[in-house]
């Protein structure tokens, strides 16, 4: 017959001890698991933002140079009333472009050989650009813009492809991403888009 040695039964600090672990482990989990949760919605929160209201944009290129230039990364807002100066992205063949609003749907734009815009007959007053430009035009003018059409120009006006262009011409609400209102890349540059 196999004598059976008494369990060594353990003390009330061990199960207390035991007890203690056991809870911390539960709580971790629990906070892993709701941090995780709550990181997750914030990440789909600012992809929808950032995709569907506030666009983030590189810019490419050099037709909105000296106040945009190659690199810089700016925050779009979607909206449907655009002005004179505003700088619009918008898509244009598989690309977003980046232009300054000259003129909406009824205006009409006249461009003379030294580059100065007139709208609606009076001189545009473009403090933003540093030198002016007739650039690239084969339109016809002066020129009225279509209903629902927006008329674009690049502040570097002797390199950018527009609406002077019957390749780009006049841009449609569709093809608006959004008005630029924020640069927020390179940190020296950070500010309003103006």
């Known amino acids: 017959m196999k004598r059976r040695f008494p369990e060594k039964r353990p ?3 061990v199960l207390e001890a035991e007890l203690r672990r056991e ?10 698991r709701n941090t995780i949760y709550t990181l997750i919605t914030v990440a789909a929160a600012a992809v929808l933002i950032a995709t569907l209201l506030l666009p ?4 490419t290129g050099t037709s909105m140079a000296p106040n945009l230039l190659e690199g810089d990364i700016v925050v779009s807002m979607n909206g ?21 609003v000259i003129a909406t749907a009824g205006q009409w734009v006249d461009i003379d050989e030294n580059g100065t815009v007139y709208l609606d007959g009076e001189v545009l007053e473009e403090p933003y650009l ?12 002066p020129y009225q813009v279509p209903e ?6 690049g502040d570097h006006r002797s390199v950018s492809l527009d609406s002077r262009n019957t390749a780009v011409g006049c841009v449609s609400d569709e093809q608006i991403v959004g008005r630029l209102i924020f640069r927020i890349w390179p940190w ?3 500010g309003p888009v103006g």
């Open 11 to 13: 003390s009330v600090e």
């Open 23 to 32: 809870n911390y482990r539960k709580r971790y989990r629990s906070v892993l």
């Open 56 to 59: 983030v944009l590189q810019i």
């Open 80 to 100: 449907s009333k655009y002005k004179p100066g505003d700088v619009i992205a918008f898509y244009f063949d598989n690309k977003v472009l980046v232009k300054r």
């Open 130 to 141: 540093q030198e002016k430009a007739l650039g690239q035009c084969n339109i016809e003018l």
């Open 148 to 153: 629902s059409r927006i008329f674009v120009m």
């Open 188 to 190: 020296e540059g950070i």
